[in-house]
């Protein structure tokens, strides 16, 4: 006789808390945006060491935002706060470590990348996309692949955001120094705008690291993470700059739509993959504890007449 099991029911962090998550992360983003937008002729008072301070203060917030939600996604149970903050900082100081070396040293991307439309396409993807993909598998995979926190697939995707976080700030950072400070505005939707870019991205790569973690993948399956990861990175700054044939300064709210709009494609996607996968186990789980009870049912007991 065969014993009913009733399977376990997929736990929701992967469906409506996620995506719940993420409207709820990008409301924070354009409040950032709405308050500095109101504050924009502060900047004219402020002097040129005043302006730099705050523009690195503003660098911070759109992904101090993004840790401080994304961090109650999994309510069921929630990762261990100073493992998420040590996986943004190790990302942040990762990326600040060869920021120089690889955009100002090995490839001089300055020099090159925005001369061409093929150029900078293929510049974003194979320099700046790659480098933020290596960066975030890197940081994931040396701080808390083997850690025991690293319970579900879910925590692939909250931590390689982490540290694609980490490398949006240094990005910022670098765009406040590089002008002497930002204007309020158009600089805090340059900042969300990057921000976003970097996290989306990165939780596509969070996407088959957490699939690494739990499944038996082929060798190709982590390079081919990063390598998408990249693509769609390098794209991403592509549509950015050339959607309104005028860069980011001429329609800094046309680019800020289009960042929001990709981030939810991605992520929705991302979001939608991690729950099949989490069913995929459940229905597996459920279908080897169906034939151990059927197998355990059917031994007779030890001195039983056969």
Same mark, same amino acid.
């Given at each position: 006789?065969?014993?009913?099991?009733?399977?376990?029911?997929?736990?929701?962090?992967?469906?409506?808390?996620?995506?719940?998550?993420?409207?709820?992360?990008?409301?924070?983003?354009?409040?950032?945006?709405?308050?500095?937008?109101?504050?924009?002729?502060?900047?004219?008072?402020?002097?040129?060491?005043?302006?730099?301070?705050?523009?690195?203060?503003?660098?911070?917030?759109?992904?101090?935002?993004?840790?401080?939600?994304?961090?109650?996604?999994?309510?069921?149970?929630?990762?261990?706060?100073?493992?998420?903050?040590?996986?943004?900082?190790?990302?942040?100081?990762?990326?600040?470590?060869?920021?120089?070396?690889?955009?100002?040293?090995?490839?001089?991307?300055?020099?090159? !990348?925005?001369?061409?439309? /093929?150029?900078? $396409?293929?510049? =974003? +993807?194979?320099? &700046?996309?790659?480098?933020?993909? @290596?960066?975030?598998?890197?940081?994931?995979?040396?701080?808390?692949?083997?850690?025991?926190?690293?319970?579900?697939?879910?925590?692939?995707?909250?931590?390689?955001?982490?540290?694609?976080?980490?490398?949006?700030?240094?990005?910022?950072?670098?765009?406040?120094?590089?002008?002497?400070?930002?204007?309020?505005?158009?600089?805090?939707?340059?900042?969300?705008?990057?921000?976003?870019?970097?996290?989306?991205?990165?939780?596509?790569?969070?996407?088959?690291?957490?699939?690494?973690?739990?499944?038996?993948?082929?060798?190709?399956?982590?390079?081919?993470?990063?390598?998408?990861?990249?693509?769609?990175?390098?794209?991403?700054?592509?549509?950015?700059?050339?959607?309104?044939?005028?860069? !980011?300064?001429?329609?800094? /709210?046309?680019? $800020?739509?289009? =960042? +929001?709009?990709? &981030?939810?494609?991605?992520?929705? @996607?991302?979001?939608?993959?991690?729950?099949?996968?989490?069913?995929?186990?459940?229905?597996?789980?459920?279908?080897?504890?169906?034939?151990?009870?059927?197998?355990?049912?059917?031994?007779?007991?030890?001195?039983?007449?056969?």
């Amino acid at each position: 006789m065969q014993v009913p099991i009733r399977a376990k029911a997929v736990s929701s962090p992967t469906q409506s808390p996620f995506l719940r998550s993420i409207r709820l992360e990008l409301l924070g983003l354009l409040l950032f945006v709405a308050l500095f937008s109101l504050l924009k002729d502060l900047g004219a008072v402020l002097s040129p060491s005043g302006l730099i301070a705050l523009g690195l203060g503003m660098a911070a917030v759109p992904a101090l935002l993004w840790l401080a939600v994304f961090y109650r996604i999994d309510q069921a149970q929630p990762e261990p706060k100073q493992l998420v903050a040590r996986v943004y900082l190790a990302g942040l100081l990762v990326a600040a470590a060869l920021h120089q070396p690889i955009y100002g040293v090995w490839f001089e991307s300055s020099r090159w !990348l925005g001369n061409y439309w /093929w150029s900078q $396409l293929f510049g =974003g +993807i194979l320099v &700046t996309g790659m480098a933020s993909a @290596a960066i975030v598998y890197a940081t994931v995979r040396a701080t808390i692949f083997a850690d025991p926190a690293f319970d579900e697939r879910l925590d692939g995707i909250l931590y390689a955001v982490a540290a694609g976080l980490g490398v949006a700030t240094v990005h910022n950072f670098v765009y406040v120094m590089q002008h002497g400070g930002v204007d309020l505005q158009i600089g805090s939707i340059r900042m969300v705008v990057d921000t976003l870019g970097y996290a989306s991205m990165a939780g596509v790569l969070g996407y088959f690291i957490g699939q690494a973690r739990f499944e038996k993948t082929p060798l190709y399956y982590l390079p081919a993470g990063v390598t998408l990861s990249a693509i769609l990175t390098g794209l991403y700054f592509f549509l950015i700059d050339r959607s309104g044939q005028g860069g !980011l300064q001429a329609e800094p /709210w046309r680019d $800020l739509a289009l =960042g +929001i709009f990709w &981030t939810l494609l991605v992520l929705g @996607a991302v979001s939608w993959l991690v729950r099949r996968a989490n069913e995929e186990s459940a229905r597996v789980a459920l279908l080897a504890g169906e034939r151990w009870v059927a197998q355990d049912d059917s031994t007779p007991p030890t001195g039983a007449v056969q």
